[in-house]
Each structure stands twice: as C-alpha cells, then as structure tokens.
C-alpha cells in the first residue's frame, strides 16, 4: 500500500528504487557479513561452540540441555507470568472500578494508589517483596509483577471508560438500571472490548518484565541460561543465548501479532470515540503511514 | 525513617547517577528515534524494512535481555566496547528506548488529519516539504505527551542497571538494604521516593503539555 506523503512511484522511478533497493541490501548483506566474518574469526560458529545444542559435553544428552532451557526456563517465566497476569486484571478492574466512586474521598486512595505503582520500577517492588517481606524469589517476583500491573491495568481501563460516548451511560440510566448495573454490563464491557489491544500490550510487557527476576535471583529463562553457560563453559554463551532471545521473541511476537488482530477486527466492527493517547500509542492500520512496512 | 537521613549522601549519590543515565540515554534514544521514524515513513522500501525491523525486535525483546547481551554475549562477537558498567548501560538503555521513541513519533505522524497530508500534496509539495513543513510541525505537539511517557518509563527502566554493576539508586537500595538488615523497609521506601520525584515531575508535565495541546485540535 502507498502512503499519501509522496506519489506512488512511476516507472522511472520504481526502476530508480529498485535499484536503490539492490544497492541498500546489498550494502546491508555486506555489513552483516562482514560483521558475521569478524566473528567467525573469532571461532564463534565453529562448531565445538554450539555443540551445546546437539551433542553436549560433560555427559549430558541434549534432552538436558533443552530441558532444562524451555521445561526450567521458559516455563519458570511463563509461571509468573500465569500467576500474575490474572490476579493484576483483577486487581485492576478493582481498582478501575474503585477510582469511578461518586465521592470524592472515597475515590482518593484508589487514585493515589495508581498514580504511586505506575511512578516506580517493576525491579524495585520484586525487591521489596524479596528484601522487605521476605518472599521466596517466585512470590517476590509476582508480587512485583502484579502491583505494578494492576495499576497499569487499572489507568487502561479508565482510559477506555473515559473513551466511550456518553450517550451509552445516559440510555443505560434513562432505561433505570442503577449506577453498578450501568457500570457492569453497559460501559464496563464495551470498555474492555476498545481497550483489548492495549491489554494485551501490556501483558507482553508483563511477560517481558519477568525477566527482571534474573536479577533477583529466580532461576527463569535468562537464569537458566547463565547457569547452563557456567555450566558447560563460557564458549557456549553464543549458542545459548541466540536460543533463549528467539524463544523470547517467539513468544512475545506472537502475542503482539494477536494484539494487532484484534484490534483490526475491533476497528473494524465498531468505530466507539477515540481517547487520542491510548489510540495514537497503538496507531498502526489507518493513518497517513501505512502499516506495512 | 533514620536509615534514609543517615545515608542521605549515598542516596543522593545514587539518585544523580540515575538521573544522568535517564538524560544520556534519554538524548541518544532521541536522536536515534527521530532518524528511525524518518526512515520508517520514507518512500525507500529498504529503509522502511530495516526501521520496522528493529523496532519489532526491540520491543519485543525484554530489556534485561539487552543488558544481557551488551555485556555478556557482545563481548563474544569480538565487540569490546571501551565502556564502563556505566556505558554499557547506557548502551542498552538507548538501543531498547530508541525503539519506543520511534513508535511515538510514528503515531504522533499518524495522529495528523490525513486531510493535511493530501492537501499538501495536492498543491504540489515534495515528500520532504510535506514532512517538514506541514506535517512535522503538527505532530510535534501530539507527539511530546507520549514521548515524556517513554521517558517515564525510562527513568523507571534505569533500574534494570543495578542487576548488571551499576550503582544508581536502585544500586544504592540494594547496597543500603544488606547494610541495614533491620531497615529494609526504610531504605527501600527512600529509594521510592527518589524514584517518585523523577516519575511524578514528568507526568505532571506531560498532563500540563497535553492539556495545552487539547484544544488546539
């Protein structure tokens, strides 16, 4: 798809790019290859370097080595975030619900608690949870990720309450449903239906933030792959963490490919008022620049 | 309460280093950002490709995972970077940041009436005379909310750092918690509060800015 920032390009100058194109690859493979050869120089393909992967030293079979990788690893990460990601939606909604109160003094703590959690670092609640209250690394870990998240979560939330016309809460009185009744099945669903992309988002960074718990000590997949390396010996750190990036990016990518279709499909079907913040952050399809690349 | 007053030049320390790593990392990501952003709305397929490319990748990539690589795996591939722990993590943080700058600029672009664009063609403007004179100006002041929210969160993220030598205020914390046993709460509520005074500034002028900016459009 062409943008409307310049024409679509004509003969001459289709044939111009096309070589521009050549030539910009070209000088890219070049880069890389050359970057690849320097390595390679240096031994890290060879082949006693990734052996790691396939036919491990020191007695192991490879099944331990990917056990202990994807089974300990990925699936430590993917336990704090399971555990997490649940009871910080809920825990969000709470509060998102909690900040709509009718008076003012009610609603104070629930704002401040928000406004406090979004202002400090993931790192710095799993060390509070860890030094502080003395959890064993997994708990410190979901705690962390659930205080912060909730409050995430919550600012979502109102931000797609915030969003939807005011009409909808205005029938929902007119027809004499009370003021919970109005919040849950009229606003609160269509709230969460606008605001599923941005949910989704932030669970990738749910996810991701997990890994902050290779500083406190929990053995998730970073971890697992220090301790493989120190295991097996410095030389395989190449192998190890190329395997342990692409399953991050497997992961990750995939959820953010899911966010992104949703939220063509949800674009699609309804078109509720656009809060500009939450929308222009998740801004891909329509737009002066087009999505694709 | 007394642990925080006793260590407060530590603290202060700490604080200023945190600051610095947010302003150093927060200037490189800046420009790197701004040069992605133009490639990723420009007519050269290439470029658009390479832009896209790294900003998937970046974000989806968690942060500790770069500090990871920057100072342990890059080394491996023969890049010796002639940096402290203090470099390395300015490093790290500008690479995963200039990714989120990037998207920021994107969509404050993207927030412009698409009408704009096409009038400015339509009177015969070039790419770049579009960009510069009619569009960038306009997203300039949609963009400044959101990109105060990517330094919030870099200020945040700096803390990544203390896991990997740096001794920034989350450093500091760490520090102050094995030397107090008994303070833990204490310590870690001082190094909340500093945390605090850099995060809250800046949202406060974000919610400032974009109130200024509302009713412009």
Known sequence: ?293 | MDVIADNLPAYLQGFSLTLRLTLYAGGLALAIGLVLAAMRVSPLRPMRGFAATYVELLRNTPLTLVFFFIILVAPRFGVLLPLDFIGFAVVALTLYTAAFVCEAIRSGINSVGIGQAEAARAIGLTFGQTLNQVILPQAFRTVIPPLINVFIALAKNTSVAAGFGVVDLMGTGRRLATANPGGVTWVLVGVALGYLVITITLGAIAAQVERKVAFTR
């Open chain 1, 1 to 293: 798809m062409s943008s409307v920032l310049y024409d679509s390009p004509g003969p001459l100058a289709r044939r111009r790019e096309l070589v521009g194109s050549i030539v910009g690859v070209l000088i890219l493979l070049g880069l890389v290859g050359l970057g690849l050869w320097y390595a390679a120089q240096r031994g890290v393909f060879d082949a006693d370097r990734w052996d790691v992967l396939y036919d491990p030293p020191k007695n192991q079979t490879a099944a331990n080595v990917w056990r202990s990788l994807l089974v300990q690893g990925l699936g430590a990460t993917l336990r704090a975030a399971v555990f997490a990601a649940p009871l910080a939606l809920f825990l969000g909604l709470l509060l998102a619900l909690w900040r709509t109160a009718r008076l003012r003094w009610l609603r104070v703590p629930a704002i401040a608690a928000i406004e406090l959690f979004r202002g400090l670092p993931v790192l710095l609640m799993m060390f509070f949870g860890f030094l502080a209250l003395g959890m064993p690394a997994f708990q410190a870990v979901v705690f962390g990720l659930v205080i912060y998240n909730m409050a995430i979560f919550a600012e979502i939330l109102r931000a797609g309450l915030a969003s939807l016309p005011k009409g909808q809460a205005e029938a929902a009185y007119a027809v004499g449903l009370t003021r919970s009744q109005t919040l849950m099945s009229v606003l609160l669903p269509q709230a969460v239906r606008t605001m599923m992309p941005s949910l989704i988002a932030q669970l990738v960074v749910l996810l991701k933030d997990s890994s902050l718990g290779f500083i406190i000590g929990y053995a998730e997949l970073l971890k697992s792959i220090q301790n493989n390396s120190q295991y097996f010996g410095p030389q395989y750190l190449v192998a190890l963490f190329t395997v342990g990036a692409s399953i991050y990016l497997v992961v990750n990518l995939s959820l953010s490919w899911l966010a992104r279709w949703l939220e063509r499909r949800t674009s699609r079907t309804s078109a509720p008022a656009r809060d500009a913040e939450m929308v222009a952050m998740q801004a891909s399809g329509s737009g002066i620049v087009s999505a694709d690349t």
